[in-house]
């Protein structure tokens, strides 16, 4: 067959460890899971009485414009009802964005390391690819305007950044944006954006009104605590989201999404504990790392990035036999570095005492070997 030649030397998205084949494999009764940043306290009470009261009918498509959820986040959010588009988790709308913007004829700009769906889908369009190293973290937006020519035509920021947990600040931004040439899409990445307490932080949606050549991604997989059930969204000026939905796929977001997305957006009440319970968590790790002489990323997410000056796959193995799945910073271009997402204070204490340990034993080696 003709396949096109990416995606014959292009490695499908590898899935964290499941718990059960963990529990298997190592004959531990319970696992605790920090490797995907989903929210250790589940969704919103809300959610799960309102799915259990209003069962959306099995043997009936969804709602294909999902209009009872874009209605109540066009009026949370403030926004017009054409500015939304919605997809099977964000993951989705990214994969539509490269769809409808990126071919071997296009080039597409980006971080490098940053979350890694941006890249695998412009190589599977073919799409040339301009990667720009992070600087302490961060976006190097200066480079990134450099790389820009006229080829471009999708610049993607991811602020939050997965994986430093990093931000950029609105001068910055608002920079940036002003520079970009307005035939180049610039894609705002905030999965993390509700964790998010940092005080010069922008307001990204009202920045959709201003700059035509934006769209904001968000999803509720994060802090809403509905990974399982993959929803996202995006806003923009309606003229993108009019371009952008023929190549959206007919009834991408299932009924239980749908009604429980909704669900989970009036209860705010949830997201604010949520954000509290994480920032105390944050604190944990802080302690830990100053205790150790770690260095890490100030993080505006529910997980953080430890450097731990060894094989990061060994502080990952290290961790998996006790029982605590993290992620290993070896794939996401930080070898020395893991990865963990802030649990539960049962959880995070537990890992860290793992942690603990693990620098104990390897103090014990070097010793010997001297």
């Known amino acids: 067959m003709r396949w096109k030649k990416q995606l014959l030397t292009l490695t499908p998205y ?13 004959n531990l009764d319970k696992i605790v899971k920090l490797a995907s940043n989903e929210n250790p306290f589940g969704c919103s009470t809300r959610v799960t009485e309102t799915l259990l009261s209003n069962q959306p009918g099995l043997a009936i498509y969804p709602d294909g414009y999902t209009t009872k959820l874009r209605e109540g986040l066009a009026s949370f959010l403030k ?32 971080a490098a390391p940053t979350f890694p769906q941006y890249k695998h889908n412009a190589v599977i369009e073919g799409a040339d690819i301009k990667e720009v190293p992070l600087v302490n973290g961060e976006h190097d937006l200066e480079k990134m305007l450099g790389a820009v020519d006229e080829k471009t035509n999708v610049v993607w920021v991811c602020s939050p950044n997965n994986p430093t947990g990093t931000y950029i ?13 307005k035939h180049v899409l610039v894609v705002l990445d905030e999965a993390y954006y509700e964790y998010v307490v940092a005080d010069d932080y922008y307001d990204s949606i009202s920045l959709t009104r201003t700059y035509s050549n934006l769209i904001v991604l968000r999803t509720f997989s994060k802090i809403y605590g509905l990974a399982s059930l993959r929803v996202g969204y995006g806003v923009a000026n309606p003229a993108i989201i009019q371009a ?40 944990q790790f802080y302690d830990f790392c100053a205790e150790n002489q770690l260095s890490y990323y100030e993080s505006q997410t529910n997980f953080i990035l430890i450097d731990f000056k060894v094989e990061g796959n060994k502080v990952f193995q290290y961790l998996l036999e006790k029982g605590y799945i993290v ?14 997402t802030v649990g539960s204070s049962e959880e ?3 890992v860290l005492q793992a942690l603990t340990e693990f620098l104990a034993e390897e103090s014990s080696v070097e010793l010997a070997g001297k």
């Open 169 to 181: 600040s609105e001068n910055k931004l608002i920079s940036f944006l002003e520079k970009v040439p």
């Open 79 to 110: 926004v017009e009802q054409e500015e939304l588009i919605f997809g099977n988790g964000s993951d989705e709308i990214i994969q539509i964005i490269s769809r409808a913007l990126l071919d071997r004829d296009t080039n597409t700009v980006m």
């Open 14 to 26: 590898q899935p964290g460890k499941s718990i059960e084949s963990v529990k298997k494999q190592y």
């Open 348 to 350: 995070n204490h537990g």
């Open 327 to 340: 992620r290993s910073g070896q794939a996401l271009g930080f070898p020395t570095s893991v990865r963990i």
């Open 244 to 283: 952008l939905e023929p190549a959206r796929e007919p009834f991408n977001v299932n009924s239980f999404a749908q009604v429980a997305a909704l669900a989970a957006l009036e209860d705010q009440e949830f997201v604010i504990s949520c954000n509290e319970k994480n920032r105390q968590g944050l604190a």
